[in-house]
Each structure stands twice: as C-alpha cells, then as structure tokens.
C-alpha cells in the first residue's frame, strides 16, 4: 500500500517550491520520462549537490510528477540522525541506507518500490567532489533485477557556477537536466558491477 502521507507532503511541497526554484535556479529541462500509472520505477541521477532531489523533482510536469509519487530518497544516515533532520526529512519520504529492524536497506527498498512507490538514488552514492567520481554501487541495478518489470530513469543534472547564496543573487547559477530514456536492462550479468558502470554510463553520457 503506497504512502499517501507522503504523497500528500510532496504534492504541498511541489506547489509551494516548484516554481521558486524554477526561477531562482533558472532550471531548463531537457526531454521528460515516458512513465506508465501503475510502473515501478528508480530514479537513478549523478549527485552534484544537496538539492539534486528536489531540483529534479521540481522540473517535471506535474501530471509525471504525479505518477512518480510518493518517492522514496535514499539518504545516507548521517543526515537522519538528529531529531530536526528527521522531523524535515522523513515526511517528504528520505529513508536511510542503513538496515533496519535485521533488514537491509535494499530489502526495504524493494519492498516500497513493489508497494508503487518510485526510488530516487544516486549510483555513487555521494556527492560528487570536483575532478574526483567514485565508483557507482550496485544498489540500483540490484533493485532493478529483483523487482519484476522495474525500470530505470537516468538522468543528468548540470550546475553551471557555484551554488552559493552571492551566485544565486547576482544569477550567475543555471541548471539543466536531462532525462534520458527510460530503461530495463535486457541482462544482468553475475558481476552487477558490469551493469552499475552502464547505467552511470547512460546518465553522464552527453552531459556537460
């Protein structure tokens, strides 16, 4: 059963900040997901800045924002441990990357996912520091190959100046996004690493 107080929080959320961020990021979005109603489906994005989450979010449609919620981001938890992260975080539907209750979080993941719910994650799983990209985890390809007919939008976020309060000011920040297309790998091989360096391949491919 989907999460419907989730889903309510980020339908508020979308309204209340969707268009700001628009502006004040001057967000361009290239292409846009092709995405059935009742489809399973893992946002997989590489990880420039804090924000990726609902910057991406906010440039969609809201009729494909609609059938991609409620999502479930991968946090790391670090970021879940304190009382005012949680309150902030948990409602709009982050969930720690560590296990829970003897379950690892992939076991958990699978089953949101096959409960209609989208998962957002980053392949590297860390923000990405400048000149420097660690290599992609298997974590979304695994949730891919155990949850029959799950599906894959990559994407590619671009941030053109330094995200900061002055940049922003002076609009000297542009974003732009790329929504590649959607995707399930026709094979998964033994060694999943094989397929975690091709859907890091698909989302940085033509990027900036």
């Given at each position: 059963m989907k999460n419907y107080l989730i889903k309510g929080v980020l339908i508020v959320t979308y309204f209340l900040i969707t268009i700001p961020l628009r502006i004040i990021f001057r967000i361009k979005r290239e292409g846009e997901p092709k995405i059935e109603s009742n489809g399973k489906y893992i946002i997989a994005s590489n990880h420039p800045s804090k924000l990726d989450p609902f910057i991406i979010l906010a440039s969609l449609p809201f009729k494909t924002f609609l059938k991609l919620i409620p999502t479930r981001f991968v946090t790391a938890q670090n970021y879940l441990t304190k009382w005012y992260h949680k309150m902030f975080l948990l409602p709009?539907?982050?969930?720690?990357?560590?296990?829970?209750?003897?379950?690892?979080?992939?076991?958990?993941?699978?089953?949101?996912?096959?409960?209609?719910?989208?998962?957002?994650?980053?392949?590297?799983?860390?923000?990405?520091?400048?000149?420097?990209?660690?290599?992609?985890?298997?974590?979304?390809?695994?949730?891919?190959?155990?949850?029959?007919?799950?599906?894959?939008?990559?994407?590619?976020?671009?941030?053109?100046?330094?995200?900061?309060?002055?940049?922003?000011?002076?609009?000297?920040?542009r974003i732009e996004i790329k929504f590649k297309e959607v995707f399930r790998h026709k094979e998964f091989k033994d060694d999943l690493q094989i397929n975690a360096n091709d859907l890091i391949k698909r989302i940085e491919k033509d990027g900036k």
């Open positions: 709009l539907g982050c969930i720690s990357n560590k296990p829970k209750n003897n379950k690892k979080a992939l076991e958990i993941l699978k089953e949101r996912i096959n409960e209609g719910e989208t998962i957002f994650i980053f392949p590297r799983g860390e923000l990405e520091k400048k000149g420097i990209k660690s290599e992609p985890k298997v974590g979304a390809v695994y949730i891919e190959k155990n949850v029959k007919d799950s599906k894959i939008i990559p994407v590619n976020i671009y941030i053109s100046g330094k995200l900061n309060f002055m940049n922003l000011l002076k609009r000297k920040v």
